[in-house]
């Protein structure tokens, strides 16, 4: 088992990965909170799947379904949620699991943020995505007019991975989270272009998740370090926008890490073979590296525009220097679209 602590001035997090973790969590929930109440938050697919298992684990868990998709990260669920808890009693020692991939963990993370000022969370996250970023280092929210818009940070008690679940998905390739993955052997750990086996995915899970901690741990409240995270995600953003959500995550994100490759090395910055590297481990994993034919990098602008963490005209803009090292550049949208061409 590895076990990974998160230390942060708002707390800690204790991150347990391990083959096989799920049909135990029952057991280590219950003797590590003896005297709670759990309920759990989980989406319609995944209560299909693991449903059975997890109430038969938990007798008398007060179950919490929401249909699953992004479009459920909203407030009125949020307000049903904390409905259910309040019927039943549930307080602040009590315990909520957010069963799930990172909507869940998003929205329950939320909920147990603000149900009576803040109860336990446990996040158990079922998607790569969840396990190596969304379900580790606090940030929790719903979508309001734009995408994460409300939320809080918040961090999880317990994060608890068995990529053993990933085993429902039907692919390597349907698999949501592979270009973070590549995202962080890019800009943390050159080592775990080594391990990419899309068959073997726990010392990738366990890299991942320790190099997402290293950077929350350095700034937990995302104002300088943490922005490293965004590389590849101005562009990405931007091209999920204009392209109304019709790419997934990984793939807008794919595509504007190797634009912003092409910044990088327009301003001499990174080496040809560096971008390269990249390239080619986003296309072995099925991902695209160039824009859609009906879009142009000009469009983009009016959504760069609108990121949320510009200050100003200024976009810190994430550049790969070398593998493992990074710069924060700050940049002009109208100055980024041109260096991307
Ligand atoms: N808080 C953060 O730091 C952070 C970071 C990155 C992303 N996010 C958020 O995460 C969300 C995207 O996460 P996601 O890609 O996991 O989306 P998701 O939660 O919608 O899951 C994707 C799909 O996979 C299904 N699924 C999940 N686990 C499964 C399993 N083991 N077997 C079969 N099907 C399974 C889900 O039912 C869903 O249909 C976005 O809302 C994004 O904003 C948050
Ligand atoms: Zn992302």
Same mark, same amino acid.
Request: glycine share 8%; charged share 25%.
């Given at each position: ?6 230390? *942060? ?41 693991? $449903? ?7 007798? $008398?868990?007060?179950?919490? *379904?929401?249909?699953? &998709? ?22 602040? #020692? ?20 603000? /149900? ?19 379900? @580790?280092?606090?940030? *929790? ?12 940070? /918040? ?8 990529? &053993?679940?990933? !085993? ?63 590389? &590849?995600?101005?562009? &990405?953003?931007? @091209? ?12 807008? @994100? ?7 490759? %092409?910044? #990088? ?9 560096? $971008? ?26 009016? /959504?760069? !525009? ?25 940049? %002009?949208?109208?100055?980024?679209? %041109?260096?991307?061409?």
């Amino acid at each position: 088992m590895a076990t990974i602590n998160l230390k *942060t001035p708002s707390g800690t997090s204790k991150i347990l990965i391990q083959e096989g973790l799920f049909s135990e969590i029952g057991d280590l929930l219950k003797k590590d909170y003896p005297k709670s109440r759990f309920a759990i938050i989980t989406d319609s697919n995944l209560e299909s799947i693991y $449903g059975k298992q997890l109430k038969e684990m938990f007798p $008398g868990v007060l179950f919490l *379904t929401i249909p699953a &998709g992004e479009t459920s990260k909203n407030f009125e669920r949020v307000i049903s949620l904390c409905e259910h808890l309040l019927k039943k009693e549930f307080t602040r #020692a009590d315990v909520l699991i957010g069963f799930g991939g990172g909507v869940i963990t998003d929205i329950a993370g939320f909920v147990a943020s603000i /149900y009576m000022r803040g109860m336990k969370y446990i996040a158990v996250p079922t998607s790569l995505l969840g396990m190596v970023d969304a379900a @580790i280092g606090g940030k *929790t929210g719903i979508d309001f007019v734009a995408k994460n818009i409300i939320g809080t940070f /918040y961090l999880a008690e317990q994060v608890l991975i068995d990529p &053993g679940v990933l !085993k429902s998905f039907e692919g390597p390739k349907k698999m949501p989270g592979m270009g973070e993955v590549i995202k962080y052997a890019a800009i943390i750990d050159k080592t775990l272009f080594d391990h990419f086996d899309p068959f073997e995915l726990e010392p990738v899970i366990i890299k991942s998740a320790q190099a997402k901690v290293n950077v929350v741990e350095q700034d937990f409240r995302e104002s300088g370090q943490r922005h490293i995270l965004n590389y &590849g995600h101005t562009f &990405g953003h931007a @091209i999920e926008a204009a392209t109304d959500y019709q790419l997934t995550h990984d793939q807008a @994100i794919s595509i504007g890490m190797v634009l912003a490759n %092409k910044v #990088a090395q327009n301003l001499g910055k990174q080496n040809k073979e560096v $971008g390269d590297k990249i390239k080619s481990t986003l296309q072995q994993f099925g991902l695209p590296c160039d824009l859609p034919s009906d879009l142009q990098l000009n469009p983009l602008l009016e /959504y760069m !525009k609108k990121d949320k963490k510009r200050t100003g005209n200024i976009i810190h803009f994430v550049i790969v220097t070398d593998f493992g090292k990074t710069e924060i550049l700050p940049m %002009k949208p109208e100055e980024l679209v %041109k260096l991307a061409k």
